[in-house]
Structure formats: structure tokens, C-alpha cells
Nanobody, 122 residues
Framework: VQLQASGGGLVQAGGSLRLSCAAS????????MGWFRQAPGREREFVAT????????NYADSVKGRFTISRDNAQNTVYLQMSSLKPEDSAVYFC????????????????WGQGTLVTVSS
């Protein structure tokens, strides 16, 4: 199983980026997929999750209203649309799969992508 995260880059504050997480090796039809991030010197932080079946979503308070997580069943891909970006959103963003419902620590997730760097300049 592989999770390939992409879409990171450098953007000015107030700008937008869309991250993608393409899953291969199996389908996650009954799974929770998540995005987490980690800034230098900081702990890993929950960003958003989506339940593959049904599409129920959950967001960290810090991104609610600015970020949108979605999935494309046919492409086996999860997206994170990020808008109104702030410098404090700068981090390496990781996608993860097969987490327990409600887990915002990341500890229960079985699979992790390699991360994609997002840098927001002020």
C-alpha cells in the first residue's frame, strides 16, 4: 500500500493550494483518511479527516472554514483544498489511511504518505 501526497509549494498569505493523496495497492472503501501536518520544532497536528464511505468530515478548529477535505472514489484519492492560507499553516502535510474514527492523534493510522511541504509567506 502506498500513499502519494503532492500539491505542496510556496504561496503568499491569503492564497490557496490543493493537496492530493493518491492511494495505491488497495482501496479504502470503509476507512477514515486523514491529513496531518508538522511544522519544524512542533508536534504533529491533526488537520482534517474524512470517512471514505459516506464522506463524513472533521476539521481542526484552526482550519475550519478555510480547508476542505474531499475524496474521489474512482481515483482512490483524497484532497485537501486550502484557502485563505496563513503563515502559521506552513508545515509538512501528511496524508494517512486506515485510522480509527475520531482519532485526531494519528496513532491509529496504519498507512502514511511521505509528506508534502507547504510554505506560506507573509
Amino acid at each position: 500500500v502506498q500513499l502519494q501526497a503532492s500539491g505542496g509549494g510556496l504561496v503568499q498569505a491569503g492564497g490557496s493550494l490543493r493537496l492530493s493523496c493518491a492511494a495505491s495497492g488497495r482501496t479504502f472503501s470503509n476507512s477514515v483518511m486523514g491529513w496531518f501536518r508538522q511544522a519544524p520544532g512542533r508536534e504533529r497536528e491533526f488537520v482534517a479527516t474524512i470517512r471514505w464511505s459516506g464522506g463524513r468530515t472533521n476539521y481542526a478548529d484552526s482550519v475550519k472554514g478555510r480547508f476542505t477535505i474531499s475524496r474521489d472514489n474512482a481515483q482512490n484519492t483524497v484532497y485537501l483544498q486550502m484557502s485563505s492560507l496563513k503563515p502559521e499553516d506552513s508545515a509538512v502535510y501528511f496524508c494517512a489511511a486506515e485510522g480509527a474514527g475520531g482519532d485526531i492523534s494519528g496513532r491509529t493510522y496504519a498507512y502514511w504518505g511521505q509528506g508534502t511541504l507547504v510554505t506560506v509567506s507573509s
